[in-house]
């Protein structure tokens, strides 16, 4: 049974850096059949996809266009994880932060969501 | 705004019929998936690649395609089925995936 564990500060001040962590149970990150994704969710932006990490015999990245100059997600293979940085941030960029598994284009299995506050 | 479209609410007799809509050119080309979202928890998918069911996920619910319309069905509805739904499919700005606005069902 697949499970993510989200952790990481709810509080965050303007400019600096979001970090959270997805630890992942009953599947591994390296797996050649899933992605590992990172979506927030705010009530003016409803559910925004920010980006996604994959292994395919190599590891890829896909960053949402809107954020993508600001935004790394990194596998850690050492503790079955991944990581989901943001920079610069803003209140803009208040919401609730879910880790995903994700096959095929469907998310089946989702993290319990993490309320990240910027401001000061 | 999202590229994909959906009515931001829909109510439904308990025991009826009702479907969700979501339209989007990119769903012309790609399947939809489906997530139910009660308040405070994570969503849950209950529809992938426009008619499949993920195990504990009750026949009830079933989903369908055509033209740039994805629709999910819940025959039958239950005052549990209360809740927002959530399409997603892939966009065509170079995203690999998009969310609707979601749609808040009511049970009556």
């Known amino acids: 049974q697949v499970q993510l564990q989200q952790s990481g500060p709810g509080l965050v001040k303007p400019s600096q850096t979001l970090s959270l962590t997805c630890a992942v149970s009953?599947?591994?990150?390296?797996?050649?059949?899933?992605?590992w994704n990172w979506i927030r969710q705010s009530p003016s932006r409803g559910l925004e996809w920010l980006g996604r990490?994959?292994?395919?015999?190599?590891?890829?990245?896909d960053y949402a266009v809107s954020v993508k100059s600001r935004i790394t997600i990194n596998p850690d293979t050492s503790k079955n994880q991944f990581s989901l940085q943001l920079n610069s941030v803003t209140p803009e960029d208040t919401a609730v932060y879910y880790c995903?598994?994700?096959?095929?284009?469907?998310?089946?299995?989702w993290g319990q969501g993490t309320l990240v506050t910027v401001s000061s | 705004s999202s590229e994909l479209t959906q009515d931001p609410a829909v109510s439904v007799a308990l025991g009826q019929t009702v479907r969700i809509t979501c339209q989007g050119d990119?769903?012309?080309?790609?399947?939809a998936s489906w997530y139910q979202q009660k308040p405070g928890q994570a969503p849950l998918l209950v529809i992938y690649?426009?008619?499949n069911r993920p195990s504990g996920i009750p026949d009830r619910f079933s989903g369908s395609s055509s033209g740039n319309t994805a629709s999910l069905t819940i025959t039958g509805a239950q005052a549990e089925d209360e809740a927002d739904y959530y399409c997603?499919?892939?966009?065509?700005?170079?995203?690999?995936?998009?969310f609707g606005g979601g749609t808040k069902l009511t049970v009556l």
């Open positions: 995903a598994r994700e096959r095929g284009g469907s998310y089946f299995h």
């Open positions: 009953g599947d591994s990150v390296s797996s050649n059949s899933a992605a």
């Open positions: 990490t994959y292994y395919r015999s190599n590891w890829y990245n």
């Open positions: 990119s769903l012309r080309s790609y399947f």
């Open positions: 690649d426009k008619n």
């Open positions: 997603n499919s892939r966009d065509r700005s170079g995203n690999p995936c998009v």
